[in-house]
Every structure is written in C-alpha cells, then in structure tokens.
C-alpha cells in the first residue's frame, strides 16, 4: 500500500495476437512468457472461479471487467486444486484485497504458481477484436522474455491451435476417488472428470449422491464397478470432436440406460454420442449473464457459461437417434446456441452451460434436482 | 406471450413537484414509460403538477393533466377519462400512495381500474415494516440466508438493559414509539448512553416503550436493482456499492456500480434473497430496489429495505448499465415477458438477461446546506442532498475522480497542494459523515494517515481506501516529476486527473497543461455504454471517456450540434434547464441536425440515450468539453455549441470554449457579458433610456456604505455572478450592512458585492421572450404574487398576469425588445422587471432559457425552448411561425381574454432539515432562492388555479375551520380584507393580542390565543405553538417581522411545517389564498387536461 508497490508493478509487458495486433502493459502475477488461446471472460464476479476452473486450460482469459483482485485470495472458491489458465489479462488489479474471507491477494496467488499476466492495457479494444476476428493464439511477455515484436509473433505463431486439442487427460484427476453424499445417502453417481469444477460434486452431495469421481479415461468396467444410479460427464477443455473415448463411454450408457446427466464439455459428448456434429464458436460464451431458455416450460434463466465449442443440432424439430428421439431442451437468446439436449425415450440430458454455478448465479440449480428425479424414476 | 388486449387506456401517475428525495428522476422514468405505452397502441392518460417535466408535455401522452396529485383530483380525472388500468410505480412514494388511497376509498373499484405493475398487496409488503419483516423471515425460511436487524421491545429500563444483552452488546439504536419525525431516537455506545437516551425515549414514548435495535453503523450497504415478468423470470439489471456505510442515506451517499468488494459467493447470496424477496413481496410485473448491509467482519446480510417501484437508484442503474428500466417496466405492466422485449442497445439480444459492466460508474450526491445555514450539515438516514452527478471511467479512480468534478462544486475535487492542516483533527472530522468527507480523508492522508486509521474513523472498505491512496501517490508523483512525460500524464489520466489538478500541482495554468498534454498526444479515448461488455455490437452511441486506446466515435455525415446540458440538480438549476436542453435535443433533430448531449446527471431526460443522436455521459468542465468537441470534429462536420439552455453551468463555459475556436451559437458571450456584468448592462438600459434601480458595486465595507447611504436603505445586496439569489438579502440597516460584507465569502476585488434600492411594495414581473436579431417574440408575462424582495424561483407567479393592463404589457414589450436588442440576444432572454408606483424598473437580465420557459410555454401551449434552439442556428420568429412552430400571430403578451390562467408554486424542502438540537429551519422567503420545485395549477379563473398549485405543493388549501393570523406592523393594513373574507368564508379566526387588537377595532372578532414566548397560561391555556401542534388550526397566515437573525414567527412556523398545516408568510400570499378559498367554495373545480386548454387557447388565437 506504498508508493514502492505501484512502483514494483512497472515492469512492461506485452500481449501479441497471432494477427499481429499488439498491446503493451504491465506484468501482472508471475514474469515470463506464456502462451494459450485468446478468450473474454464477461463476469464482473468470481475471477477465483474462473481461474481454477479446468476448462480454461491453455487459455489465456481476458477479463472485460475492468478491477480484477479486489477481493484477495481465500481457500475456500477455487474450483480445483490449481489455476489452469494459461495466462491471465486485466486492466487494473487490486494493490490491496478486500474481505473478511481474504488470505493473500491475487497478485501473490499468480505469482506463486508461475501464470503470466498483463495489466494496464485497453482490455475493451482487445474484446472488441477477439469479438470482430474470434478467438486466436496470444502470447504474454515479460522480463526476459520480451523480443522484438516481430520474433513474439513468430512464437505465438508457433503455437499449436485450439481446435483438435485434446485436452481432458491433462486436467483431470488421475486416481478415483469419492465425494460423500452430505447427509443421508439417497443415490451413488459415477462422474467421468473431463476437467471437473469442484462445486459439481458439491451440489449433487447435498442432494444425497455419493459422488464417484473417475479419470478421464474409465472404462465402462470402471463405471459400473461403483453400481451408479446415474452417471455424470462433466465440463473441461478441448475440441469435442478428439474426445473419442468419452463419446464411446457415454454410448454404453446410453446403451444400458443408466441415468445420465452432462454439463458443458458433457453436452458436446452427449451430442457427438447422438450422431450431431460440434463446432467451434466463433468467440464462445463467457460469463455469467448469459439467458437461457429452457423450451419445455418457457422460463428464462440467467446462466453461468464457459464454452468455447458448441453442438450442432437441429432446434426446430425432434431429432431421431440410434437412442430414440432427442431435442434441443434450452436455447441461448442472445443467438440461439444450443444450450442443452434431453432423449425423450431414455433417461438423459445434458445442458451447455453450468448449473452448479461456480462462479455464477444459481437459476439452473433445478437441474441437479432433474438428475436426482431421473434416477429415482429408473429405480421406481 | 405478448401484450395484454384487455388494456386499451392506462392512467400513468407522475410524482408532483421536485422534492428532496424525489426528483428528476421520476420524470425520466415516466417519461419512459408514457413513450412505450403510447407506442403500444395505449391510450395515455398522465397526471403530474410538475410543469418543468417532459413527460408533461403534451406530446408525451394523449390526454395530460397539469393538476394536483391528489386522490380528489385524480378521481375527477378518473371519472373524466375512465381509464382501463392505473400505472404507479413510475411516480415515486406520491404516486404509490395516491394509488393506495385511490384503493382504499374504493374508487378503482368503483370506475373498474386495475392496478396494474404492482397490487396492493405487494406494495403493502414492501411499504410496511413489519409486513416487511415478515416476508424476510419467510425468505430465510426459503432459502436460508437474509434476516431483518434483530431487536426488542422494552417498557422499561430493565427491559432495556436487558435487551442490550439479548442483541449482542452496544452500539444500540433506541427508537422510541409513537414520536413525532422519530424525535429521541439515537446511538447508545454505553450503558450511560443508553440510560439517558432510552429513560428520555420512554418519557417521550405516549406508550413509554422503545424499541432496541442492533446497530449496523460503519457495515457494507448494497443496493440491487431487479425486474420480474408475469413468467416469474428474474433478472438482476444492477448492483449497486456504497462508498459511505451503513448510516448515510443512500441517496446522499456516493455510490459506485457495479459492486467492488464481493466474491461471487457473497454476491450471489444477495442476488438469491433479492430474487427471493422480489417473489414474495409478489411485484409480479415490473422492478424493484432492495438494500442490504453487510457485517464486514464475517458477511452476515441484513436486509434493509425494498422498494416496489422505479427509484432513484434504478434511474441511475439504468444510466450506469444502459438496461432502461423504467422502459422495460411499462412493457412489464402491459404483458411482456422479459425475453419478448429486445435489448435497445445491442438490438439483437433479449432483455432477459444481466447487463455486465467493463466500466465503473460512481455517482455524487450535491448537498444545498449553504443555503440553509442552520441545518445541520450530518448526513444521517434522511436524505439531504437535492442533486447528484454521476460519472462513468474505466476504473474506480476515474470514475471518482470526474463525478467530483462534474458536481461543480468549489472544493470538490481533490486539492493537493496547501496546507493539510493536523491529521488527527482531520480524522475526527472525518468520523461525522457529511458533504465533503471524502476530502477530509484526502487531506487526512496528505496529512499522514495510515489506511489503518482511515477505515478506524470512517468504516470506508479498505479498498475504496487504497483507491484514495493510490489517487494520492499519483499526485505525489506529479509533484515530484521533473517534467510532464506522455507516461506520466497517460497516468494521471488513467486515473481521472484533471488539467486544472494537474496544473495546481505543477504550478501551472490548466491551458498550459492542456497545450503540453496535447503535444504529447495524451487525449481520451470515447468507449461505449453496451450493456454487455462488448460482447456484441452496440448499435447506441452512449459515450464516456478513458484514456485508453481504442475510440469507439464513429464518422458521421450530418452536421452535429453538441448541446450542454446543465449538470447536477442544484437549488435554482434543476430539471427546468434539462427540459430546455431536450427541447433542443428535439427540435435540431427534427431539423435535420444530429444531435449531440452532455451532461452527467443520471436523474434526467437528456442522459437517456434515447434522447438525443449521441450521448456523451461526462462533466460539464471547460477541458472535457473541449476533447468532445475534438472527438466530434474529427468524426465530422459541427454546427455549432448550444450553451443557452442547460443554466449558468454551460453558460459560463461560454467565452473560454469561444477562446478555444469552438462555434458557440445563439446568443454570443460578448452579449452574454453584455447581460452579466452591471456596467456593460447599466450602459445598455441607459442606451435604451430604462431606468433601473439606483445601485452601485463595491469591495469593501466603506464603499457599500456609501452608496447605500447615497440610494437610502433598504437595500439589497449580493455577490455578482452567482445563481439563484445566492448570498442574496435584503439590509435594512447599516450593522447588517457591516455584518454581510464581513461575513461574505464570495466578495473579492474581482468579484464586487452589488448594492441595490430594494423596491418595497414593488409587482415584480418575469418575461421569457425570443428574439432573432429583429423580431421579438413575447413568450409570457408573469406577475409574481408575492412583492419584489422574495426570490423569483420562490415567489408564485400567475400568467397571464393578473392586475397588469395593455399599457403595462406593452412598455414591458418595448423595454425586453430594447433590451434583447441592445444586448444582442439570438434566442431565449428572461428579464426581471419591478413595478413600483408606475415605474417599470429593469431588475436584470439573462440571455438564456430561464427557469420559467417549461411553465411559460405550457400555459401558452407554445415550444419556446424549441424556437430557442432554431433561432440559435440561424432561424428567424418569420420562418418560425411559418413553419408552425409559433402561433402564425399574437405571442404570449396577447392572450386572449377567456385564455387559462396559470399560477406557477414554489415547493420548498423546510420538512428536510433540521438544527443541530433537531429542531425545524424558518420557513421564511428571502432573496436568496430555497425552493427545489414547482408545480402548476391552470384553470380558468385565478382563484381557482391559485388553490390548485395550493393544493399540488403543499397540500389542499382548508375552505374551513380554524385560522391564525399574526402579521408584521407594516402587513396590518392589507391584512384587513383578506381575513373579513376568511370569516365570510365560516373561518374562526385566532390571532397574537396585537393582530387582534387591529382586528376587532375593524369590526372582525378573533380570539387573542396565547404567544410561545408568553408560555402556557395559569389554567393551563395552550400557546398557539401548542395549539398547531395538537392539530387545531387549519391555516396559518405569519408574516414575519423583518429578515435576517432569530425570528419571533420561527416557533410558529416550524410547527406549520411539522404538522402540515398551510402558512401564508406574505400577505399577498394571503389575498391569494381567499380567492382560491372562494373558489373552493363556490364547489365544481373541474380538471381539464393541457390538450384541451391547447385546443381551446388556439381556437381563440385564430
């Protein structure tokens, strides 16, 4: 809180998009160079959220609103074990954090774990070019690694795309291991961890699951080796279309019919399990004011969202599956991406967005309580 | 599922004159609304005395009533209009409770009106504490977070010693029961506290019993703006943080959006009991605002309040995340759901989603406590401030930082040179919240406060702190820089430094810093208001700055008229000089202009982006003005800078932008000048062969007394150049003279003190007139009912005069078309005359629109305010009353006979304030200007029209019952006939000894009532003060007996003040009264709404 603080955020740093764009700032958290793909995050809330959530794994995430940190560091938000994004953009960050709850500040919690940031620079014109051009591959310098523009740019050229990524190995849990139902135990869920957020198994133990969290690669045997009521894909980083073994996964469910509920990365596999085609989007949804429409009952919620990838299936009509009949269930309004799938003949749906809304508001919490109903229809 | 089809006409309710708590705020959102339903096909039916407001004027809705907010007068509109539904949560607290009285009398039911954007029910629940409680509770029960302030009822001190235990411990509030305006109630920090306070609560209380409430002084206070559709979806438009704690009003508290200080977790805790309580309350169609504080401690939430209507707060939501809530409302209350209803900013999206800000936007409250010297200045949960500005920046420091400025305020910003004086003094100073606080700490941590001690003293979170903090190593860098870099001022800018600032700490002159700053290259960048972070296209130009890299102007074609609009509100420039500007707005549209605003009050019509072709949201300062200029020129070609119309704000911009190279149009700031100072003016009547009052300027005592010695007392004396009478009065003897001069700030060799002959028993008179360069056009005439003394803005005028012959319209013809000639006017002018004996005196003039223009061109059915904005940019009266803007003959000096008569009341905010002992402030009129408002009655008589702007500011004026009359020496005469009609008229009159002595020897009875100062009598006679207070007497005629010092009348009239009872301070007032008493009597006072006057008064015109 001292002149010297402002003075020890001074080291320059510079963002450099694969078209050539660049913006020079400061060094935000960790110096050094890094490397991702391009995306804006809109939430005015729950940067811990955010940063600790698998799915933005070598992404470097722009933050639209403009004070990031203001609240510090606590041990209780994260929603993994680590920070995945690759590389972290804001315009001003908190010298000094705010709250009762507050452990380090954010500027700290960077730093210790080595992710590169920038700040101080116009991250509104930066949103407004990923918007214009989509998404793309940015690198972040700083300290030593800063060169001649023309040399970043090769670097960030350099850099694998985000499109054919398979990425779902890399951030998920590698041992099994179980989430206790809060309270009694009414259902046991085995959860395939495509880069799962900790407040997923959090909200269906307080709804009586006992939570059976498996790796990113469990077979069928390993599935059914815990005797699931249901079984839950979850959210997590990548191109849908390399997820290969999840999709051949989530078929044998579908197969045996074992309640089944997806978020996110989930939904794309459960499209991809249907026979629908995914795609990238153009420059995703992030952020936690996204409105969704759920077309059984008409009803609005406002949704937590993080995708950059979406399903591509019809919205005007039942689609006919290899496991009977399957629609479109919500609908973003701001332009008309599916939000969710549900079969009508078998028990399983899956939704784009994330109800276990963390960060987020919690409009779509009825989802988990649509899961819990799906299982106790099956056992009925 | 779209609109309703069983809804064909909606009664919409505005919220009366400008109130302290209630402003502008509600004419932009009933404006909104009135729009929307009259779009969709509905036919509008508006009721709102406030003539200064767009929605009154007649294009806004299909039938609109200029008459009392009343629940009489608005069934007589009801039975008039028979609408199929009632709107009142557009209209602020006046038109919600209208609406339940409405219900209640079983009037809706009678003429079959629904109530439609909130029921009954849901307006109880939210209005009424307890209720309120109840639906906490049950919400708690829901989901399991939010609870009400915890406390007990105690009847006696053990009760009370006890309840402290039970609620954790001191701070306690004591709130007694069944007090007058919550009279001893406060802070218990210890035991001795709270024996003395709550042993004198349980005196006071008429049912010896307090309640104990835990304290939540210095926690977090959000706010949380909500919108629901009959589908049951929610959505939260904005959250909103208090920079003050918990214990200043909200209003009068500088607030930021969106929240700061909350993690997710905590933020969604609140977005859940908001969304809970929004169910529960039951508002099923439309928006609502709840409070909440927050422990800093451990994040426990108490929910404060809600209200289930358009407020303040949304207002200013709205303005901060461009989501218009008010529009929204009304599509609300006739059917739609939120995701029918597209976003108007991004055109593709729905309305049904969170607007996400990538921008911080800070609003400042503007305070009047200069004006009411004996009000205590300790901002408490009652709201004192009369204005706010707001301002939007691309972090919290900017933001900050141009709020401060654009409340134009001397002292206002950041000062960081100078001494600080002593820390610990600043800090206790920094302990009491009041207006300025926030520079206390600033200066506290010039002075070496640690941010520690600052939070100890204020409770502000220790990350607005550090903001202070950063804010003040910026200067210390700019203070210690060896010279002005493009980093450095990139920097200072980043972070909402001024020019001004930044040469005060340099030692510079702002144009040199702006020269170096330029040559740097250092200029703002214009982001846009988009609702959603820039994640879709924005198709609405609502701009502000940064200094950032990326400008979002886009290239234009048309030329472009920029028009300054008038800032906060403030006491003599409100919401009248907004009406100008938005006319303006209009009328250059319709002309083929693109239109261009800039303002920064969040409250009014010209900062709605529908307003105008562009909005730039930003201070009215000389260097933010310029780079929009700058910003326009380079985006194409500009017509030219109206500064006529938003108030002394713009104009006093005038010369510098003219300096600058900037088009100023209309009237130019020579001529301006010209009006301004007494010697260019004194020579232009003198040219013109009008006489003005003897008078002279002076800087120092001596040179006041001689020319007050030389023009005879009494004389009346003031600062030059300020607005709205400030520091304006009436000597009527050397001391004082003495006193005002001493005592006077705002005299200095540059700035003279004006010595005026103060024109006893004088008719003032105001004209609004146009004039193009060779013709004028006479707006209107008004005849002030009070005498020339009383400031213009607080005096009641009627129009068309009432005593004025033809010879007096047309000397003060000839006189305002000398004077608009001589000084060379191009547009508005309003003069000030003075009728003394049978000379016309010229008392001053100002070449721009006046406070009057709104009044003036609703009683003549004629867009003054437009025809200003066209003469401006070269249009003349002949093309004017071609076109039909004009009438295609006669002006506003020659209505017809049988035209309406309207009378223009003043609202004054006495029941606001209060002394340090917490007392009432004297309500007595003066030179200097104190009303915040105004409201209109029209009718075709003009006692009838008097009794209604009676009835719209203060109440209905009483056709019976009990009068006490108590007037000055000079006032007996003229009191005489006035009270003979009182008794006609059935009134039991009651009066001091003297007054009645007057009386009786006229042949009129009073009964002699005891005065305060004579005490209670020896049978145990009440005091006249006791009398009003015990709810006894109706009317209250008191004149007071001089000006200046304690009053004799003061017990008197705080006392009308506390128990609502009418109280004529003048004579005049008085003679005004009876007529409209009279009218009153002689029954039938019918409603007509200002499109049926229109109809009639140009019938009569052709």
């Known amino acids: ?380 | 599922m779209p609109k309703r089809t069983d809804i064909q006409s909606v009664l919409v309710i505005g919220s009366g004159p400008i109130v302290i708590g209630q402003a502008a705020e509600f004419d932009y959102s009933g404006t909104q609304a009135c729009r929307v339903l009259k779009s969709e096909g509905l036919r509008v039916i508006l009721v709102n005395s406030n003539p200064a407001t767009i929605m009154t004027d007649p294009e806004i809705a299909d039938a609109t009533y200029v008459e009392p907010i009343t629940p009489e007068f608005v069934e007589k509109i009801i039975a008039k209009e028979r609408p199929d539904a009632l709107l009142p949560t557009l209209g602020g607290q006046t038109a919600l409770n209208t609406a339940i009285s409405l219900h209640g009398q079983g009037v809706l039911e009678k003429y079959g009106v629904e109530l439609i954007g909130a029921n009954v029910e849901a307006i109880n629940k939210g209005e009424d504490r307890d209720l309120f409680k109840e639906v906490v509770e049950a919400v708690r029960g829901k989901i399991g977070h939010g609870e009400s302030a915890r406390s007990v009822i105690c009847h006696s001190m053990d009760d009370v010693l006890n309840g402290v235990e039970e609620l954790g411990g001191y701070p306690v509030v004591v709130r007694p029961s069944f007090t007058m305006g919550g009279a001893g109630s406060g802070f218990a920090h210890n035991e001795d506290e709270l024996r003395r306070i709550a042993g004198q609560g349980l005196t006071l209380s008429p049912t010896t019993e307090v309640l104990l409430e835990e304290s939540i002084l210095g926690w977090k206070e959000y706010e949380l703006e909500l919108m629901r559709d009959k589908n049951d979806n929610v959505v939260v438009v904005c959250s909103i943080e208090n920079f003050d704690p918990m214990g200043v009003h909200t209003g009068d508290s500088i607030t930021v959006a969106p929240a700061m200080t909350l993690t997710d977790r905590e933020y969604q805790i609140l977005r859940d009991v908001g969304i809970a309580i929004i169910r529960e309350v039951g508002v099923d169609t439309g928006g609502c605002n709840i409070q909440f504080a927050v422990n800093p401690a451990d994040g426990r939430v108490i929910v404060i309040e809600m209200n289930p209507r358009v407020s303040r707060s949304s207002a200013l939501a709205s303005k901060a995340t461009g989501f218009p809530i008010a529009k929204i409302a009304a599509k609300l209350a006739v059917g739609y759901t939120l995701d029918e209803i597209p976003n108007d900013i991004t055109e593709k999206t729905p309305a049904s989603f969170e607007p996400t800000l990538d921008y911080v936007v800070v609003k400042a409250p503007r305070f009047a406590f200069e004006k009411f010297p004996q009000a205590d200045s300790t901002l408490t949960t009652t709201m004192k401030s009369v204005g706010e500005a707001m301002a939007i920046g691309r972090n919290f420091t900017e933001a900050l930082q141009k709020a401060l400025r654009s409340l134009e305020k001397k002292g206002s910003q950041f000062a960081f040179t100078g001494k600080t004086g002593d820390k610990n003094t600043l800090l206790r100073a920094a302990v009491r919240p009041t207006d300025g606080r926030i520079n206390t700490v600033m200066q506290a941590i010039r002075a070496g406060a640690t941010p520690e001690e600052v939070f100890d003293a204020t409770k502000i979170d220790p990350w607005f702190v550090d903001q202070l903090f950063l804010i003040k190593e910026i200067a210390d860098e700019l203070a210690e820089a060896d010279e002005l870099t493009a980093e450095l001022l990139g920097e200072a800018k980043r972070h909402g430094f001024s020019d001004t600032q930044i040469a005060e700490i340099r030692g510079l002159r702002e144009d040199v810093v702006r020269e170096v700053r330029h040559a740097l290259g250092v200029r703002p960048v214009y982001k846009t208001v988009d609702t959603c972070a820039a994640e879709f296209a924005a198709k609405t130009p609502y701009f502000y700055s940064s200094y950032d890299e990326e400008s979002e102007v886009a290239p234009r074609e048309k030329p472009a008229v920029i028009i300054l609009g008038s800032g906060p509100n403030r006491i003599g420039q409100g919401i009248e000089f907004d009406y100008s500007c938005v006319h303006a707005s209009f009328a250059l549209s319709d002309a083929g202009y693109e239109t261009v605003m800039v303002n920064c009050n969040p409250e009014t019509v010209s900062t709605d982006y529908d307003t105008s072709d562009r909005l730039y949201f930003e201070p009215l300062t000389l260097e933010d003005v310029l780079e929009i200029v700058h910003a326009e020129s380079v985006a194409g070609p500009v017509a030219g800078v109206v500064v006529q119309l938003g108030g002394q704000t713009p104009l006093g911009l005038s010369q510098a932008l003219k300096d600058n190279g900037v088009p100023v149009v209309g009237t130019s700031p020579e001529a301006i000048h010209a009006a301004e100072d007494r010697g260019a003016f004194g020579r232009v009547l003198a040219e013109a062969g009008l006489p003005a009052p003897k008078h002279g300027t002076a800087t120092t005592f001596a040179e006041a007394k001689e020319i007050a010695d030389e023009i005879g007392y009494p004389v009346l004396v003031r600062p030059s150049y300020v607005l709205g009478g400030r520091g304006m009065e009436i000597v009527y003897e050397e001391a004082r003279l003495q006193a005002y001069i001493a005592e006077s700030t705002e005299i200095s060799a540059d700035r003279p003190v004006l010595v005026d002959r103060f024109l006893d028993d004088a008719i003032e008179i105001d004209v609004d007139a146009l004039y193009d360069g060779h013709e004028l056009y006479l707006g209107g005439v008004m005849e002030h009912i009070e005498e020339a003394g009383i400031h213009s803005g607080d005096s009641a005028c009627a129009l068309p005069p009432i005593t004025l012959g033809g010879h007096d319209i047309k000397r003060l013809r000839t006189s305002t078309e000398a004077i608009a000639r001589g000084v060379g006017v191009r547009g508005l002018i309003n003069i000030q005359f003075a009728m003394a004996g049978d000379i016309l005196y010229v008392l001053e003039a100002n070449p721009r629109a006046s406070r009057t223009v709104p009044f003036t061109s609703k009683a003549t059915a004629v867009p003054l305010a437009k025809a200003a904005a066209r003469i401006s940019l070269g249009a003349t009266v002949a093309e004017l009353r071609a076109e039909g803007l004009l009438p295609a003959h006669g002006d506003g000096g020659e209505l017809p006979l049988d035209a309406p008569i309207s009378v223009k009341e003043a609202v004054m905010p006495w029941s606001r304030f209060r002394d340090i002992q917490g007392r009432g402030v004297d309500t007595v009129l003066g030179p200097e200007m104190r009303s915040t408002g105004e409201v209109m009655g029209i009718d075709s008589v003009f006692g009838t029209a008097y009794a209604k702007s009676q009835a719209g500011a203060y109440g209905p004026l009483p056709t019976k019952g009990r009068a006490f009359i108590s007037v000055a020496n000079r006032d007996k005469r003229s009191m005489i006939f006035p009270a003979r009609e009182l008794v006609a008229h059935g009134f039991e009159l009651l009066a001091t000894s003297g007054t009645a002595e007057v009386l009786r020897r006229n042949g009129i009875n009073a009964t002699v009532v005891r005065k305060q100062s004579e005490g209670e009598g020896p049978n145990g006679e009440r005091t006249i003060v006791q009398l009003i207070h015990d709810g006894e007497v109706d009317l209250i005629v008191n004149t007071p007996y001089g000006t200046g010092g304690r009053l004799d009348g003061y017990d008197i009239r705080t006392a009308a003040v506390a128990r609502s009872v009418p109280c004529l301070t003048t004579v005049q007032g008085l003679a005004a009264a009876v007529q409209g008493i009279d009218a009153l009597h002689h029954g039938g006072v019918g409603v007509r709404s200002l499109q049926e006057h229109a109809q009639h008064l140009i019938a009569a015109r052709d």
């Not at chain 1, 160079?33 to 940067?47: I, K, L, P, R």
């Not at chain 1, 957020?197 to 059914?224: C, F, N, S, W």
């Not at chain 1, 599916?338 to 276990?356: I, K, M, N």
């Open chain 1, 1 to 380: 809180m001292t002149t010297s603080t402002r003075g020890a955020t001074k080291i320059p740093a510079v963002l450099v998009l694969e078209d050539g764009r660049v913006f020079r700032g400061r060094a935000y958290g960790a110096v050094g160079e890094t490397f991702g793909e391009a995306v804006f995050s809109t939430g005015m809330t729950g940067y811990q959220e955010t940063l600790t959530d698998p799915s933005y794994h070598r992404q470097v995430v722009v933050m639209t609103a403009p004070h990031v940190g203001n609240t510090g560091v606590n041990d209780e938000d994260p929603e993994s074990q680590k920070i995945w994004v690759a590389g972290y953009v804001v315009r001003d960050p908190a010298r000094v954090p705010s709250s009762w709850r507050s452990r380090r500040t954010l500027d700290e919690e960077l730093a210790r774990q080595g992710v590169v940031g920038i700040s101080g620079i116009d991250t509104r014109a930066l949103t407004r070019h990923l918007r214009e051009r989509g998404a793309m591959r940015v690198g972040v310098f700083s300290g030593e690694a800063l060169a001649p523009d023309a040399e970043l740019l090769a670097r960030v050229q350099g850099q694998p795309q985000m499109k054919g990524a398979d990425l779902s190995a890399e951030v998920a849990t590698k041992e099994a291991y179980v989430v206790p139902a809060i309270g009694e135990k009414k259902f046991t869920v085995a959860a395939i961890d495509l880069g799962i957020k900790g407040m997923t198994p959090q909200r269906m133990a307080e709804r009586g699951i006992e939570v059976h969290v498996l790796p990113a690669t469990a077979t069928a045997e390993d599935v059914y080796a815990v005797e699931p009521d249901g079984v839950f894909f979850s959210n997590g980083p990548g191109d849908p279309a390399t997820a290969e073994g999840p999709v051949a996964l989530m078929r044998e469910v579908l197969q045996r019919g074992t309640p089944l509920f997806g978020i996110c990365f989930g939904n794309q596999i459960l499209g991809r399990a249907l026979g629908f085609g995914t795609y990238k989007l153009k420059y995703g949804h992030r952020g936690i004011n996204q409105p969704v429409q759920d077309r059984t009952t008409g009803k609005v919620e406002v949704t937590a969202h993080n995708h950059g990838f979406a399903v591509d299936a019809p919205l005007d009509r039942v689609s006919d599956t290899p496991y009977g009949r399957a629609e479109v269930s919500h609908v973003c309004l701001n332009d008309q991406v599916v939000e969710g799938l549900q079969l009508l003949d078998r028990p399983a749906f899956s939704v784009q967005y994330h109800p276990e809304a963390a960060a987020g508001p919690h409009d779509a919490a009825y989802l988990f309580d649509r899961f819990t109903s799906l299982m106790e229809g099956q056992r009925a």
